[in-house]
């Protein structure tokens, strides 16, 4: 598919979303860069086209439409519950299949009742895939952000490492690396012995007082991002992450919880069970994925197509809670959406606003027609 052609399923496609009560809305190709370089995540930031405006404002080119939608509807004030759709076109560097492609979807904000909201996209997404390719086979991979966060800090680790832990989600690899460092003490160079006694006491303000002078002696004081105490907190955090460790048994559950894989109709289940194997506290996170489970049931997605996969994420840092993909049997991920409760607020809101959507890969779906036909 040519990147500056309209896929053939777009009028198709809007009539769905105006059937499911979408709104349709279109946002600037040109957006400011800051949003989606300090909330989207390592995988997205590097594949961003960069530019500047004539006043050295960070432009990119749009790539991709939450980050977008979420904005216009926090500069026009539009009230909530609201539901936005959107088809047209992203950028993105070193992409196989091109640098240009159109992406649709429904970015679904406000809803309270989360259970529904999450099931409703599933659905959505599921109703977009069976209009696009009426009988062709797909799977639904589905994780949690949520319930792998209550797991880790069920675990008792320090803030940090929880933080760091949650970074990784859906990444096996540095996953892997992160809980291999858990798992034994690391090598940390040593401070002097001044500054290491003062870290041994928590002399947080003794050792400010340390790098304030040798800041000013070097003259590095004026230029410094950081003031000494944040440098000295910093560093006091840094020797906390090197300290921790998991005892063998914390350990072992973690990676049992990353190894769960069940069909969605049994993760209720499989959950719960973890969680009383592992002497976990977990109620709350794992109510409301049994919530949604019912929701998505309810709504009339097929169960049978839909797999849990602890360990599953999406690489995007916004995801707090449900995340999901539909693929194609050659691998293809066609549709990929989640749950990012906190973006709303990182962008500007004056409320807390709940906020669940998918993005549709309409360049990878009229591939598939094509396989069809």
Known sequence: MPATSLPTIASDLTALFEKAGALRVDTPVIQPAAPFLDITGEDLRRRIFLTESETGESLCLRPEFTIPVC?????????????????????RQRREGGNEFYQAGIEDLGDKDLASADARAVYDAVSCI?????????TVMLGDQAVFEAVVK????????????????????????????????????????????????????GIAAQIAETMEATGYL??????????????????????????????????????????????????????????????????????????????GVSLERITYRAAFGRPL?????????????????????????????????????????????????????????
């Open 71 to 91: 904005l216009r509807h926090i500069e026009t004030a539009t009230g909530t519950p609201q539901r936005y759709a959107y088809l047209g076109q992203v950028f």
């Open 130 to 138: 069976k209009l696009a390719l009426p009988g062709a086979p797909f």
């Open 154 to 205: 069920a675990l008792g680790l320090p803030d940090g490492w929880q933080k760091r832990l949650v970074q990784a989600f859906g990444n096996t690899a540095k996953l892997k690396r992160l809980l291999e460092e858990l798992a034994a003490p690391r090598h940390v160079s040593p401070l002097s012995s001044e500054i290491e006694a003062m870290l041994a006491e928590g002399d947080l303000d």
């Open 222 to 299: 004026t230029n410094a991002s950081r003031t000494p105490k944040e440098i000295a907190a910093r560093l006091a955090e840094k020797r906390r992450l090197a300290n921790a460790t998991l005892d063998p048994k914390a350990l072992a559950a973690l990676e049992e919880f990353l190894a769960l894989e069940v069909p969605f109709a049994e993760a209720p289940a499989a959950l719960s069970g973890f969680a009383d194997a592992a002497g976990l506290k977990l109620e709350k996170a794992i109510s409301r994925f049994d919530a949604r489970a019912a929701a998505i049931a309810n709504a």
């Open 317 to 373: 840092d916004y995801y707090t809670g449900l995340v999901f993909e539909l693929i194609s049997p050659s691998g293809a991920v066609l549709v990929g959406g989640g749950r990012y409760d906190r973006m709303l607020t990182l962008l500007g809101a004056k409320d807390h606003i709940p906020a669940v959507g998918f993005s549709l890969w309409l360049d990878r779906i009229e591939a598939q027609q094509g396989a069809v036909l």
